[in-house]
């Protein structure tokens, strides 16, 4: 039987979430603890996207945000060359909006290798960057992220350690970032995956024709129902496996897929604080949903803005593939 998502109202911290935010936001104090709360350290910041030293920095109306693994250094470059013209005065000229571009990552693992404990579970991570979790590609990941960052200011780098299984935790020290930084000029925030190159163009003609009602309230992308939790069943689905004790039922509350969201900075603001009261899973896209769902907000489609055939660049790249996921139309 279909599972009622209100039961994520209830587990693990059943609070009135939206007098909670009243009170944080009021100064007033909490009637109960938050769960989740990290100690946000950051580490390096950009100078041109939501800087308090730069006021040009705080008069934007759109920001890219590239969720990138550490290791994507080739990735992050690509970005850089088909992108970095958004941010040029030409661009505000021709469409009227203020652009900014980001990378959101995190430090090179301190433990040397590619295991990770999972509750009593022991994980080998092969795939989605454990592949550089080694002696060598750990040092090699700490020269060559030093030399990007003294070559380039667009990185929000948080301190803690960039690996598949902190994704939940990337997540909430951007949107922590947003909500803090980026507040005199309240954008709105595309936030991606670094191997999704997408066709710009057509995603600011879809922005340009909302009302400034319907840019107040996004919460868009690839709408996602129905999605099973995995258990530590079998080694094929392990990186996605959580614990009954982290999800007790046996599907996700529906949720946008992490690799292509539009989200207002309402929205963000909210979501910031609620990551507080919600415990934290390794899934970070249902993660996310989880936490919508708690504030009531609607998720859209992307395709009330533009198709999903149109998201994928038509522009020569260096990529070799795109997540399949995200874009399989058939």
């Given at each position: 039987l279909p599972i009622d998502p209100r039961v994520t109202l209830l587990y693990p911290q059943a609070i009135n979430i939206s007098d909670a935010i009243y009170r944080l936001i009021d100064g007033k104090p909490l009637n109960e603890k938050p769960i989740n709360i990290p100690k946000f350290r950051y580490l390096s910041v950009s100078s041109q996207v939501c800087n308090p030293?730069?006021?040009?920095?705080?008069?934007?109306?759109?920001?890219?945000?590239?969720?990138?693994?550490?290791?994507?250094?080739?990735?992050?470059?690509e970005f850089r060359r088909l992108y970095s013209y958004l941010s040029h005065p030409s661009t505000h000229k021709l469409y009227g909006i203020r652009i900014g571009l980001v990378f959101s990552l995190g430090i090179p693992r301190q433990q040397?290798?590619?295991?990770?404990?999972?509750?009593?579970?022991?994980?080998?991570?092969d795939v989605s960057g454990g592949e550089?979790?080694?002696?060598?590609?750990?040092?090699?990941?700490a020269e060559n992220l030093k030399q990007e960052m003294e070559t380039h200011s667009d990185i929000i780098l948080g301190d803690y350690e960039d690996t598949y299984f902190n994704l939940s935790l990337k997540s909430q020290y951007v949107f922590t970032w947003a909500a803090t930084f980026c507040r005199k000029s309240r954008p709105i925030f595309v936030f991606l995956d670094d191997d999704i190159p997408f066709r710009e163009?057509?995603?600011?003609?879809?922005?340009?024709?909302?009302?400034?009602?319907?840019?107040?309230d996004l919460f868009h992308g690839l709408y996602i129902h129905r999605n099973k939790v995995y258990r530590f069943e079998r080694k094929a689905v392990e990186k996605w496996s959580v614990f009954k004790s982290e999800v007790p039922w046996p599907e996700y509350?529906?949720?946008?897929?992490?690799?292509?969201?539009?989200?207002?900075?309402?929205?963000?603001?909210?979501?910031?604080?609620v990551m507080l009261f919600t415990q934290s899973l390794s899934v970070d896209d249902a993660w996310l949903g989880t936490i919508a769902y708690r504030l009531g907000i609607e998720m859209?489609?992307?395709?009330?803005?533009?198709?999903r055939y149109q998201i994928p660049t038509q522009k020569p790249t260096c990529f070799k593939s795109i997540h399949k996921k995200c874009f399989?139309?058939?």
């Open positions: 030293e730069y006021p040009s920095s705080q008069e934007l109306n759109l920001i890219i945000v590239v969720k990138s693994g550490i290791a994507n250094f080739n990735k992050r470059r040397k290798d590619n295991i990770f404990m999972r509750g009593n579970r022991t994980i080998r991570l550089f979790l080694n002696p060598e590609g750990l040092k090699e990941i163009r057509c995603l600011l003609q879809g922005l340009l024709d909302l009302s400034p009602m319907e840019k107040q509350t529906p949720f946008l897929l992490g690799c292509f969201q539009l989200i207002s900075f309402d929205n963000i603001e909210k979501i910031a604080l859209k489609s992307v395709e009330k803005i533009m198709r399989d139309f058939h």
